[in-house]
């Protein structure tokens, strides 16, 4: 039962570097996102997408660019990579945008940039 | 200022103890979501309330969704260290597309 699989798990980039997060689900669900987790903010959502093809922003989109090209892959690219950007991030799944349905979470990718 | 906010951040109980932790916003919610999170993993779904006043039970654990479906509550009984780890609740407003995180409680039980 792979689930929600994020690759790296860890990774530390120097300021201006770029780099893509990777995400990957085996269950078919349309819809995934990215998070990002700082201490004391819970988790904020950067960008989301309800399907192949279709993407959105969330609450805090700026300096990252998403892409939804299958069903399976959501990845999560820092274009000029910023310290403000270190945080651990989460990609999740779940079977439909609109529902009760649970999100399903990675184990996560902890970001430090120097 | 965050949709959810949580109280409180930080809580730290002796194993027995009971505790309750709160999540309140100006919003009205669909439907609300409990997750716990333990170190180095993702979150994982406790729960979902969805009617207000609804009241659902986990074995020690009761959640309780407002009549107004504006907060919502997680009561723990007689805490076990197992308890231990961050509580996050989440949902999404009205009919938008945006999942919405609350800013989290820090749950430790001491044995």
């Known amino acids: 039962n792979a689930g929600v699989t994020q690759t790296p798990k860890f990774q530390v980039l120097k300021t201006g570097q770029s780099m893509t997060l990777q995400c990957a689900q085996d269950?078919?669900?349309?819809?995934m996102s990215w998070y990002r987790q700082d201490p004391g903010m819970g988790l904020r959502l950067i960008h989301y997408?309800?399907?192949?093809?279709?993407?959105d922003q969330g609450e805090v989109p700026n300096g990252y660019n998403v892409s939804r090209s299958t069903t399976e892959d959501f990845p999560l690219r820092l274009l000029s990579a910023a310290p403000s950007q270190t945080s651990v991030y989460f990609c999740?799944?779940?079977?439909?945008?609109?529902?009760?349905?649970?999100?399903?979470f990675g184990d996560g990718t902890r970001l430090s940039i120097l | 200022t965050q949709l959810l906010e949580q109280s409180p951040q930080f809580l730290s109980i002796q194993e027995g103890e009971n505790l309750t932790v709160y999540c309140n916003s100006s919003s009205v919610f669909s439907s609300l979501q409990w997750y716990r999170q333990e170190p180095g993993e993702g979150p994982v779904l406790l729960v979902t309330v969805v009617t207000g006043g609804e009241v659902k039970k986990l074995k020690r654990l009761t959640f309780q969704f407002g009549d107004a479906r504006k907060d919502s509550s997680l009561h723990i009984t007689a805490a076990q260290p197992g308890d231990t780890g961050l509580y996050l609740c989440a949902g999404a407003p009205g009919v938008g597309n945006q999942f919405y995180f609350g800013t989290g409680t820090s749950l430790t039980v001491i044995p």
């Open positions: 999740a799944s779940k079977r439909r945008q609109i529902g009760n349905q649970p999100q399903h």
């Open positions: 269950m078919n669900h349309e819809y």
């Open positions: 997408s309800v399907g192949a093809g279709i993407t």
